[in-house]
């Protein structure tokens, strides 16, 4: 394990961040076009913030625009609190986007993406994965949820966090910059019971890390459960498929579902089956092989219990890694999450283009999106995600940019 990420660098809690110590340059340049002359070699570290577009009842989306001191630039927007792109080096130097998405607002709020809803980029809430039928008990009531993934409630519900404004509050200090987004999920929306405050802070550092911190309070007793819904690239977006990419993933085992994607329950071992990514192995070299567990998955899409557990919620251990041989580009995801759902784009169809007009195609993207189990309001035995009033929800991903020659382990 070559990183702990025991002691975060000016990681005091996004909470402390005051509005007095955000210094933001804004306006200085266009949400497109100028970008790629900033991005880079060259490029000055900052902040800045432009106009994303506007949703269909006028409320203005804006986009925020972060170079850190190494020329790694990422974009992310309010609206949902997508990444919109992430440019960063391959092994030669060179700078390209890693994750999938769009160039306009339009393209987000487009019947198409919206029957599709890969989740491209975006802040999942207020539960990230499945629930069994859009129903769970709790104190002794039952709630429904919306259904929106047969009969199963996936992300949130209908209107999940990856599709609400939320409040946006840039910030820079001598780590990095980024982007405090609140959003108060009201009593009984998408079938919740309690009134949600959620908060979520991107920092993008100096050291190349993506840090993504978590919080959330509520008035009732609720599940919660917030991911972030990134897929990756590492040739850079529209460059195909993802199965050349080695993948580890830090699990001695996982969750088996069935055919909806719901957990059995049981905790299997990973050993001896396609799901064993103890030590790095392309993505692709096991995926089409006879098992039940793909067939259910279209491919992988299931969650990986963490063989390492935090130590405390601000204190991520390594879960994944992926390679990518082309570039050189590796991604290093740490967490204080129990677990991570690895997602190998399956449902992508060639139906959705992208940035570079490129058609995303089968398997041209994966997602690791660090979490508790699927359905733990309905499985006692899985780690609670029940959050209680007076409590306060806290998680930590940090995502760690980097390129190298071999896959190293
Ligand atoms: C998650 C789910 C997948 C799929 C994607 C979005 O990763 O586990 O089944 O719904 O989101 O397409």
């Known amino acids: ?60 989306v804006d986009v925020y625009r972060f170079i850190n001191a190494n020329g790694i630039e990422m974009r992310v927007t309010n609206y949902g609190g997508i990444i919109l792109s992430l440019k960063t080096p391959d092994v030669r130097g060179e700078f390209d986007d890693i994750v999938l998405g769009f160039d306009s607002l339009e393209d987000y709020l487009s019947d198409e993406y919206r029957q599709a809803n890969p989740y491209f980029g975006a802040l999942i809430g207020r539960y990230g994965n499945r629930i069994a039928g859009g129903q769970f008990s709790l104190d002794g009531e039952t709630y429904s949820l919306a259904t929106n993934d047969g009969d199963n409630h996936l992300h949130g519900g209908r209107q999940g966090f990856d599709r609400v404004l939320w409040q946006a509050e840039p910030f820079e200090n001598d780590d990095g910059a980024g982007l405090i987004l609140r959003y108060t999920s009201e009593d009984g929306e998408e079938g919740y019971p309690g009134r949600l405050e959620a908060e979520v802070t991107y920092t993008l550092t100096d050291s190349d890390e993506l840090i993504v911190d978590y919080r959330a309070a509520t008035d ?129 169809a060639g139906d959705l283009t992208g940035k570079r007009g490129q058609a995303y195609e089968h398997r041209s993207g994966f997602a690791l999106e660090t979490q508790h189990y699927p359905d733990s309001p309905n499985q006692a035995d899985f780690p609670s995600t029940i959050l209680e009033p007076g409590e306060t929800y806290r998680s930590r991903t940090i995502y760690r940019f980097s390129a190298q020659e071999t896959a190293g382990s």
């Open 1 to 60: 394990m070559p990183l702990t990420y025991v002691s975060m660098r000016g990681a005091a809690s996004p909470l402390l961040l005051s509005a007095a110590a955000a210094v933001v340059m804004l306006g200085a340049a266009e949400a497109h076009g100028s970008a790629e002359a900033a991005s880079g070699n060259g490029a000055v570290r900052g902040v800045d913030q432009s106009v994303f577009g506007q949703l269909p009842d006028g409320r203005q």
């Open 220 to 348: 009732k007793a609720t599940p919660v459960n917030l991911t972030q819904h990134s897929y990756f690239n590492l040739e850079g977006e529209g460059g195909g498929s993802i199965l050349d990419h080695h993948l580890t993933i830090n699990a001695d085992a996982f969750t088996p579902v069935d055919e909806t994607l719901i957990p059995t329950g049981e905790i299997r071992p990973v050993a001896g089956t396609p799901f064993d990514f103890t030590q790095p192995t392309p993505i692709g070299e096991r995926i089409e092989q006879d098992n039940e567990q793909l067939t259910f998955g279209k491919g992988y899409d299931h969650n990986f219990v963490l063989a390492e557990q935090a130590a405390s919620p601000s204190e991520p251990v390594l879960a994944a890694r992926v390679w990518e041989p082309e570039s050189g580009r590796l991604l290093e995801i740490a967490t204080t999450e129990p677990a991570i759902q690895f997602y190998s784009g399956n449902f992508l």
